[in-house]
């Protein structure tokens, strides 16, 4: 190896001498490793594989490799016995005239080097460069051949590439004001960048100011609301601090909350620790056991590190109810100095026991991220534990009891082996059956727990719903994928909590049609970095009535809500007490919130505004009136938060609000 590698750096060192700095001068390679002296070529490439980093390189260096059989191959910047530097790489197909992004990676590897692997057909020309936008030092980069036959793969569900250009760097797509449709949020040290989704189409730019980030979120993102103001709130988690930016009351800004504590962030949550109503913030520690802040309600965050992961190389963290009890746990998929997942089952007392001999998966598995979910629409939560470095995956069957049987034999888990840092799930083609995302593969549910590879590839990234259409998309990676779905129909949900958290997050949603029963969570952060859509998302197939439809909100409430169509996006409102909720097609708005004597109402009730109620959390009706005028008399009652009730002929709807 040692010749070999030295004979390398001859060569590559003469044809660095000669060319390597534009397209037309790529250096061919094949299966092995290479040595970069330096990057300093002049040709940079005009289209970026990946969001990382958008300020602009100085140089790039050009390879080429010539596949000659349809295969998989990994490309890394992580080389045994070699210097780690921080690169960033694009790869493309086509000719140097038409290039086409085929996967980018910026941080996929340790300690900032990069990792990607993708499919690749016999015959065709791929274009691997290294940008100099972190370094234009010298490194070694390792090609490796898959070694498993590649699975013939179909079309189930197609994207196009869509130009957007968000100011900052894009790291989340959610609704940022409210209005059910999904927005583009991206980042920079003293601003939020919100491309704000329209109802005609489009984006219209709104920029919010923040304070000067003390952490920026160069590793990830989460988003919720935790000062319960109505407004998502956002989490930063960097490879030295902390930042949450609390939106204010108006809406038109951040202020920020940022401790002197060392945490080496690798994924971020926003979650109920102790279901007390106030969401919390959690955050992977790469380098010590795992920290969190729990929200006291009143605007103020108390750190806490230990008790969910006691040890190094914490990297992807979500929460999940997979032993159907009610409450959230909290699953880490571990990596590097202690590659052991977590399984932290939640006691509901306060306490979490970790459960991974049980699970199976201590057996220093290398991932960054998994994907959970109900697969087989069983009713319980299965998973893909995605491999970023083992060269295996496993995906694990729940057993409806806490346990979990390994299935990857015959899932096509076991011959997709493509690494990746990013896994989640979602129903892409709205058929009902959640399918499997990472950076070099969209593996397809056939619904019996197998799985096919898309032809198409999206690339990892943030997931919504950004032009209304009811079929999911994909930013991040390579951009915006827009998804140019199919005939299949869909219902997306938007939970607003009362007594448990303003978002809902941590909620259980199971729909049931004609198709089956499918249950959801309302999820904040899953993945490694990226944030997606809060609204929850369920593909119907041909289905075009929903039979059922019941929210579990983390108080305990359990609400049945009668669903009228499909092709939409519904409000479920938690009510305060366990009773049938009716989605209708009235609105209204309460203003101003919070009040201090009156509080106004407008909007559109078709059954008339009837009778009004004021209930507070208790459950109890506190207040009673007549809305003929719209405005309702609340002096009488004590500040604190408070849910309106409006019934009419036309049914039932309801708005929180707070009393000062």
Not at 259 to 276: A, K
Not at 396 to 408: A, I, K
Request: aromatic share 10%; with cysteine.
């Amino acid at each position: 190896m040692v010749r070999s590698l030295i004979l390398s750096s001859l060569l590559l060192t003469a044809f660095h001498a000669l060319g390597q700095s534009t397209c037309a001068t790529a250096l061919p390679v094949s299966a092995g490793i290479h040595i970069v002296p330096a990057v300093d070529g002049t040709e940079l490439p005009t289209i970026l594989c990946t969001t990382n980093g958008q300020e602009p390189a100085q140089h790039a260096i050009w390879y080429s490799y010539l596949a000659t059989s349809d295969t998989t191959i990994v490309i890394s910047t992580d080389v045994s016995g070699q210097p780690r530097v921080n690169t960033r790489m694009h790869i493309y197909s086509g000719t140097c005239e038409a290039l086409q992004c085929e996967v980018g990676n910026d941080d996929g590897g340790p300690e900032y080097t990069s990792r990607a692997s993708f499919t690749v057909q016999a015959g065709q020309t791929y274009f691997i460069v290294f940008d100099d936008l972190w370094s234009a030092d010298s490194f070694s980069f390792e090609l490796t051949l898959a070694n498993y036959q590649v699975v013939l793969t179909e079309t189930y569900i197609t994207f196009q590439s869509t130009f957007l250009s968000p100011q900052g760097q894009p790291l989340a797509v959610v609704d940022m004001d409210n209005d059910n449709r999904d927005d583009v949020v991206a980042v920079q040290n003293t601003f939020v960048g919100i491309n704000r989704q329209l109802p005609e189409g489009g984006f219209e730019t709104v920029i919010l100011p923040t304070p000067n980030a003390t952490y920026m979120p160069t590793w990830s993102m989460a988003a919720g609301d935790l000062n319960g103001n109505g407004y998502k709130d956002l989490l930063y988690g960097n490879g030295y601090g902390v930042s949450i930016m609390l939106r204010t009351d108006d809406g038109l800004g951040f202020t920020q909350q940022a401790g002197p504590e060392y945490v080496f962030s690798q994924r971020t949550n926003m979650v109920d620790i102790n279901n007390d109503g106030n969401l919390d913030a959690f955050v992977c520690h790469d380098v010590a056991p795992n920290v969190y802040y729990l929200n006291d309600g009143n605007g103020g965050f108390s750190y806490t590190q230990g008790g969910l992961g006691y040890s190094c190389g914490n990297y992807g963290s979500i929460w999940i109810d997979y032993d159907n009890d009610g409450d959230m746990d909290c699953f880490v998929a571990k990596c590097g100095c202690d590659p052991a997942d977590l399984l932290m089952r939640n006691e509901g007392n306060g306490t979490f026991v970790n459960m991974a001999s049980a699970f199976g998966p201590e057996d220093y598995h290398q991932s960054w991220s998994s994907a959970w979910g109900d697969f087989d629409n069983d009713g319980d939560l299965d998973v893909l534990i995605g491999g970023s470095a083992s060269g295996y995956h496993k995906f694990m069957q729940n057993n409806g009891d806490g346990t979990f049987t390994n299935v990857t034999a015959g899932s096509g888990m076991d011959v997709s082996t493509n690494q990746s840092i990013e896994w989640t799930t979602h129903d892409f083609d709205n058929d009902g059956w959640l399918d499997i995302l990472s950076s070099s593969s969209l593996l397809m549910n056939q619904g019996d727990m197998t799985f096919r590879p898309n032809t198409y590839l999206p690339g990892s990234g943030s997931v919504g719903d950004l032009n209304g259409d009811g079929f999911l998309d994909v930013l991040g990676q390579i951009g915006y994928q827009q998804n140019l779905g199919n005939e299949n129909h869909w219902l997306r949900i938007n939970t607003v909590g009362t007594v448990s958290n303003r978002g809902g997050i941590g909620a259980r949603i199971t729909l049931t049609s004609a198709l089956g029963t499918q249950i959801r969570e309302v999820r904040s952060g899953d993945g490694f970095k990226y944030m997606s859509s809060l609204m929850v998302h369920f593909g119907l197939g041909a289905d075009t009535q929903v039979q059922s439809l019941s929210v579990r909100w983390p108080s305990g409430i359990v609400q049945e809500v009668e669903v009228s169509g499909v092709d939409q996006v519904i409000d479920v409102i938690e009510p305060l007490t366990t009773e049938i909720a009716t989605t209708t097609d009235d609105t209204f708005v309460l203003f101003p919130n919070p009040a201090m004597d009156r509080l106004n109402l407008s909007g559109t009730m078709n059954g008339g505004i009837g009778n009004v109620e004021v209930v507070d959390l208790t459950g109890r009706v506190v207040l009673t009136a007549r809305a003929n005028t719209s405005t309702i008399d609340i002096s009488a009652l004590a500040a604190g938060q408070y849910m309106l009730r409006v019934r009419n002929s036309g049914g039932v709807v309801e708005e929180r609000f707070s009393k000062l």
